[in-house]
């Protein structure tokens, strides 16, 4: 899902300045991703009296969290004949 929506932001980027005169050519593209994994157990005991309405009891948990972060560069973005692709500037600049 990352890499879908960093290609749309450089489709949509593009696009919206294609009729622009500055254009900024994209160097590389880096994504950092966190992966959270998770675990957890639980426990609960109890009993009940029915004579007299009485429930005792208690529950407990214990979780356990490891964040792992992943770091992805991306090599310059290209279009389908291998060009560079280039993210222009939605401002128009006057030539004075």
Do not use: H, Y
Request: hydrophobic share 40%; net charge positive.
């Amino acid at each position: 899902m990352a890499i879908e929506s960093i290609r749309a932001d450089l489709l949509a980027a593009r696009q919206s300045g294609e009729d622009c005169d500055v254009r900024f050519p994209v160097a590389s593209v880096t994504v950092q991703l966190q992966v959270v994994a998770t675990k957890g157990v639980g426990a609960k005991a109890g009993f009940k009296v029915p004579v007299v309405s009485l429930e005792l009891g208690g529950d407990g948990s214990r979780q356990w969290q490891n964040t792992s972060t992943i770091t992805v560069v991306l090599d310059p973005p290209v279009d389908r004949n291998g060009m560079p692709v280039k993210v222009t500037s939605t401002t128009t600049v006057s030539k004075g």
